[in-house]
């Protein structure tokens, strides 16, 4: 299983966008890198997924270099309900019965 | 999106009960699903892996005999935590894959079982 590593936390102000980079050093071939929010007392929020280059959707993007050994969250214009904790989980989550392993996450602050 | 959900949200329990856990993925079948706990503070530490009508695979530390898994259909996985004690007070998350060509695991809302 592909290990990774996150700043353990960040601070931010509203309207600002922020950027958080994972590594993941021996990230295998048939590996997506998925981020997800968590608020407290409640599950994981699926936020984006990508295997190579950027993706975006409506709520962030996702950079991801060509050697793949890491990836970049990028949340555009954050406000007081972006405070949650985000991980970045790396591994073929597709396939039935792979495990996914949860790193620290990093923790977000936005201050107003 | 698919949609899991777990039932009860929050249960609180007399020391050497035992308490069901239901995850139900509500528009999908799904083949596996994964129970997870979480400390206050802390990331989520998968605890088994469970396919419907079969065993489930726990991980490593994480006694079989005390978390019963039952993968009963593709919709819906329990999990019973037998003789409770206070340090089995946690935050029980589960999760569902299943849904072919999207982002793979959906997860539930979690359930905060609290041990007196």
């Known amino acids: 299983l592909a290990k990774t590593t996150q700043p353990i936390s960040m601070d931010s102000y509203e309207g600002q966008e922020v950027n958080i980079t994972c590594s993941h050093n021996n990230i295998a071939t048939n590996d997506y890198i998925t981020w997800y929010q968590q608020f407290p007392s409640q599950g994981p929020r699926f936020i984006i997924q990508g295997y190579k280059t950027k993706v975006t959707n409506e709520v962030a993007s996702l950079f991801i270099p060509a050697d793949r050994k890491s990836s970049t969250l990028s949340l555009p214009r954050v406000s007081l309900s972006d405070t949650a904790v985000y991980y970045c989980?790396?591994?073929?989550?597709?396939?039935?019965?792979?495990?996914?392993?949860f790193g620290g996450g990093t923790r977000v602050l936005v201050k107003p | 999106g698919a949609v899991v959900s777990q039932h009860p949200s929050r249960v609180i329990c007399k020391s050497g009960t035992s308490v069901k856990i239901e995850c139900r993925s509500l528009d999908f079948q799904a083949t596996t699903m994964f129970w997870y706990r979480q400390f206050p503070k802390k990331s989520l530490m998968l605890m088994a892996t469970s396919n419907e009508g079969s065993k489930a695979t726990y991980e490593q530390g994480v006694e079989k005999d005390k978390f019963l898994i039952n993968h009963a259909s593709l919709t819906l996985s329990t999990l019973t935590v037998t003789s409770a004690h206070p340090e089995d007070s946690s935050f029980y998350i589960c999760?569902?894959?299943?849904?072919?060509?999207?982002?793979?695991?959906?997860f539930g809302p979690g359930t905060r079982l609290t041990v007196l």
């Open positions: 989980l790396v591994g073929d989550n597709m396939a039935a019965g792979n495990k996914l392993t």
């Open positions: 999760s569902a894959r299943g849904l072919a060509g999207g982002p793979g695991e959906f």
